[in-house]
């Protein structure tokens, strides 16, 4: 493991990540996130959605350094007594989650098709690229609120893990378009090089051809196209929560909260969508440059 990591250092990669503070802040803020997201449970000092401990006497609490502030609720609380840090950390590893998922259903989507058009050609390809030209048509936040919201309408006492999957399935819908056509860009370039041809010489199957030769080449773009797509999911899940149709409101998201902060934000009470949405935009910004990070380091012509 150890040595790993500094081959990886030693890399021009990491050479490139060590000199650049830019990529080095990026990381640390999206390490913090994630960390505290992952670990919610044990970092958190309250479990806000616990109602056993939630007193509705605590509600609406400012900040700890403001004058009527209590420091055993360093952000404050919300209008049901829930400490605002907590939910923070809970709330995020909700839209982590489901951003994460959703960009990894749509590159296993996206990927194959873009593979087995750009490799295949013919009426495959024609029929994948008109549709993906269908599907970039339509916003794709109106897609995802048109999916979410019929899945919550059919199904209205779906288990957590359903509703969920509907949401994931919602983001994945349009995410996958821009895998597939940057991944036939690039197979159609990678099907006319001598490797491939000496492998069909050989007498490879096209199956293999794809999965063992064409296959790696292609997945640099997508690894940079993934990673700045994560927030735009993660974006996408906080607008669709917004708007009531996203993540269960017993599981509430970043956007969930921001929802109902909301309510309260003229008449005082900021903290409780001001935080949230300060988190959303230092998630969605770290990984934002730690994308745009990767394309500068991954192209030869910036080395």
């Not at 055993?72 to 709330?91: K, N, V």
Request: aromatic letters at 10%; proline letters at 6%; charged letters at 15%.
């Amino acid at each position: 493991m150890i040595s790993t990591l500094k081959r990886w250092f030693d890399s021009d990669i990491g050479y490139s990540f060590r000199t650049s503070p830019t990529a080095i802040t990026a990381a640390v803020i999206a390490f913090i996130c994630v960390f505290c997201a992952a670990f919610a449970p044990w970092v958190a000092p309250h479990n806000p959605f616990d109602l056993a401990t939630l007193e509705l006497s605590n509600a609406r609490l400012p900040p700890a350094w403001s004058e009527d502030g209590v420091w055993a609720f360093p952000l404050g609380t919300d209008d049901q007594g829930r400490d605002i840090l907590s939910a923070l950390m809970y709330g995020a590893r909700i839209s982590l989650a489901v951003g994460v998922a959703s960009v990894v259903l749509s590159v296993l989507v996206g990927v194959t098709l873009g593979l087995l058009a750009g490799f295949l050609g013919g009426w495959l390809d024609a029929f994948l690229m008109r549709l993906c030209d269908v599907m970039l048509s339509f916003p794709a936040i109106l897609v995802a609120l048109l999916i979410a919201g019929v899945g919550r309408a059919l199904f209205p006492n779906a288990h957590e893990t359903l509703a969920f999957g509907v949401l994931i399935l919602s983001i994945s819908l349009t995410g996958w378009v821009q895998y597939a056509r940057t991944v036939r860009g690039s197979t159609l370039v990678e099907r006319q090089k001598e490797y491939v041809q000496a492998a069909r010489v050989i007498g490879v199957a096209p199956l293999r051809i794809m999965r063992k030769h064409v296959l790696p080449n292609v997945l640099g773009p997508v690894l940079v196209l993934a990673t700045i797509q994560v927030a735009t999911a993660i974006i996408t899940e906080a607008t669709l929560s917004f708007l009531g149709v996203g993540a269960p409101p017993t599981s509430p998201s970043l956007g969930t909260l921001i929802r109902i902060g909301n309510d309260y934000l003229f008449s005082g009470e900021w903290w409780i969508t001001i935080f949230p949405g300060m988190v959303l935009v230092l998630i969605a910004l770290s990984v934002n440059l730690l994308g745009d990070w990767l394309r500068d380091a991954l192209n030869p012509r910036l080395r």
